[in-house]
């Protein structure tokens, strides 16, 4: 076989496998905001969680998501997405400060097996693309399995 054989098969191959990669990722889910929510919460200092999620959350489900809190029993194609925001106290108020993260779970019992049948995600900031998630989404689930009676969703709603 030739080097030139050799380098085109070895780029195919990583081709393919980006784009498996990707197909498999969670993406940022753009207008999260205008879906349901489902609750507001906020996590203060003595929290077990507290670190990283200290802050002022808010809940947003899609339509689908939505039939799954009914039940416990979330389909595949159900978004749930935590807004995670820095909590600042002062004139006798508690307001968000700056976006710390936004956490996005996807149900796809297919490519997400060994999680649940759940993608998780973590957007720093207020990037789209800076992911937080480096262990395919391992260290959450382990966190989440303590809810699988719940489909390993923590948040009900109100």
């Not at 780029?11 to 498999?24: L, Y």
């Not at 009914?70 to 106290?89: K, P, T, W, Y």
């Not at 800076?130 to 260290?139: E, I």
Request: hydrophobic fraction near 40%; charged fraction near 20%.
């Amino acid at each position: 076989m030739k080097v030139s054989t050799i380098v085109f098969i070895a780029i195919s191959t990583i081709a393919v496998t980006a784009g498996v990669k990707a197909e498999h990722s969670v993406a940022y889910p753009d207008n999260f905001r205008d879906w349901y929510h489902v609750k507001s919460m906020v996590l203060y200092a003595d929290h077990a969680l507290a670190d990283p999620f200290e802050g002022i959350h808010h809940v947003y489900a899609n339509k689908l998501a939505m039939e799954g809190f009914s039940n416990r029993q979330f389909a595949d194609g159900s978004v749930i997405v935590f807004d995670l925001f820095n909590s600042i106290e002062g004139g006798g108020a508690l307001q968000e400060g700056d976006r710390k993260l936004t956490g996005v779970m996807v149900k796809d019992s297919k490519h997400f097996s060994s999680t649940g049948g759940w993608g998780f995600e973590g957007f720093a900031g207020d990037s789209k693309d800076q992911r937080l998630v480096s262990d395919g989404g391992a260290g959450c689930f382990a966190c989440h399995e303590q809810v699988k009676d719940s489909d390993y969703v923590f948040s009900q709603l109100r």
